[in-house]
């Protein structure tokens, strides 16, 4: 009688093992690198000065001194306090008026019996290809009142006695900076509203033509549903863009100090004075990564109120 031979368990796994793909480390660390030399560290760095001073010549640890001085003296808080209003009235501004005529401009653009779409879709979006610095200048130079071309073509239409020089009062100068973010940028959410769109499968939208749907019926209770996702992603774009990247048109059109009498100031250039100092103020290095941790936090809740929130909350209704 013969017995088949058997190979003992010997308690290792013959498993075939996956390979190590190390080639998507050598991909990934250039990105890796840049993003932490100039993201990373700068944001690690402000959060560890903001808890330093000088005080009588030397460095000394303070702890969250910074904070309170920032959130309680009057010189610091007066400005921080201006600088957080103005950015959330930027931001709802962008919210209300920017984002609604990306949609509708989108909505417009995604109809395919439209003629001339790709020509539309260039003539909005070239804006944002312009430099800030340009956009400031050549704006400045229209809303002039000795100089500009706003004056003479409002008398021209009979409305002469409605001008007013905007970016010059108190009351209107941030409105009008707001308008002009809005004229340069609208083309960014546009794209992506018109790239969301684009996405809604065609058989949906054949079965909402059978059910008697049709022309804006359908974009309302069909399409506006399906890219909510996207309407999520651009409202926490404009949160972050309008937080951080709002600087560099106030700055050229209104100067460091944003004026009239601040007005227009905003976390961007509250952090510019402070940490590099502007006319008679002196910079402070401690002081300024104080602000700069403050505009990280205020960014930190917003996103994580929208990734917490407000995503899941839309994925679940789409899903």
Partial sequence: M?????????GVSLRRRTPIRWYILVFLAPATLIYTVFAIYPIAESLRLSLFQVESGERSYVGFANYARLMSEPYWAEQFWNAFKNNVLLFLLHMLIQNPIALALAAMLSVPTLKGAATYRTIFFLPTLLSVVVVGFIWQLILSPLWGVTPAFMNFIGAGSFFRPWLGLETSALVTVTLISIWQYVGIPMMLFYAALLNVPEETIEAARIDGLSGWSIFWKIKLPLILPTLGLVGILTYIGNF???FDLIYSIQGGLAGPDGSTDVM?????RTFFGFQSQLGDVYMGATVASMLFFIILVGVGTYL???QRRLQRYTS
Wanted: charged share 10%; proline share 5%.
């Fill in 2 to 10: 013969s017995t088949s031979a058997e190979t003992p368990d010997s």
């Fill in 244 to 246: 951080t990247a709002s």
């Fill in 268 to 272: 961007g250039t509250f952090l510019f």
């Fill in 308 to 310: 917490f929130g407000v």
